[in-house]
């Protein structure tokens, strides 16, 4: 364990210039104002640079609860950058002179990666969700990107860690020599475990949400019409009303109040 626990000791802070990504500040959240090829061109140029580091998948929710909430508020800004992947944050941008600003989805910004591995050699962890989940989309994983080099899956239970188990996982991880870190727990849990472990893991890491079960087959996408006009939230209603009515109703409305109407 003393051998374990020595490990741990290196950091891997990312020394990516965040100066240099421009920014449209939503309700306290620093958004990347930025579209797909910005963002994939960037990652790519600066995947080094961006070990140890994490990278917020940010939308309607999560920015309203940063809003309500200055700790989460810093951990959305706090890592490498904050991406615009609800299509009102770039609506929103470009009503404020971001002309260039579009969605960056989540799971549209991890399939290009996956895609881009294939020829770049890119290892990917992939670390959340439930063992089923990771199992099916291994499965997916190898017949539609069939050289694609997964470095490691892992369903963390649904608590947290002792400190010998976060010890455990970090070595997991960092062993793997894993390029990306694809992180699947759901906001703000996900964002809250990058924070914690920055500088730790080596690697960088992505909160995705619900990526994982797009990628398993467990969800589907929205429509592209659905899509390109802002309302995939409205599929993702229909497919989990119990869980996300409450939310969507509490957050869609602080937003069109504060960033819409009041411009904050």
């Known amino acids: 364990m003393e051998n374990t626990r020595e490990q741990t000791t290196e ?11 421009p920014v449209c500040n939503i309700m ?13 061109d960037f990652t790519y140029m600066n995947i080094g640079r961006l070990s140890g580091g994490y990278c917020c998948v940010s939308n309607v929710h999560t920015t309203v609860l940063s809003y ?9 800004n706090g890592g490498a950058l904050a991406i615009p992947d609800g299509g009102p944050l770039s609506s ?17 910004y991890m399939r290009e990666v996956l895609k881009a591995s294939m020829k770049k050699g890119y290892r990917h962890y992939f670390y959340g969700s439930t063992d089923e989940t990771l199992e099916k989309m291994r ?4 017949v539609e990107y069939p050289t694609l080099q ?23 991880i960092n ?38 079960d797009y990628l398993a087959g467990n969800i589907s996408r929205a ?22 009515f409450k939310r969507y109703i509490e957050t869609n409305v602080s937003f069109i109040w504060h960033a819409v109407l009041h411009g904050r």
């Open 223 to 244: 429509p592209e019409w659905m899509q390109r006009r802002n309302l995939e939230w409205v599929y993702r209603l229909i497919q989990e009303p119990g869980r996300l």
């Open 28 to 40: 306290g959240v620093d958004i990347a104002a930025i579209n797909m090829k910005w963002l994939l």
């Open 68 to 76: 309500k909430n200055q700790e989460y508020c810093a951990i959305q």
């Open 139 to 142: 499965r997916n994983l190898e």
């Open 11 to 21: 950091l891997f802070v990312h020394k990516v210039d965040k100066s240099q990504i």
């Open 175 to 212: 062993a793997s020599d894993a390029d990306f870190v694809w992180i699947g727990l759901g906001a703000p849990r996900q964002e809250l475990w990058m924070a914690g472990h920055q500088g730790k893991i080596r690697g960088f890491m992505v909160g995705v949400g619900a990526g994982f």
């Open 92 to 108: 929103v941008g470009r009503s404020r002179g971001y002309r260039g600003m579009e969605r960056t989805a989540g799971p549209d």
């Open 150 to 172: 997964i470095a490691g899956m892992y369903s963390p239970p649904f608590r947290d860690l002792e400190a010998d188990e976060d010890v455990d996982i970090i070595n997991r």
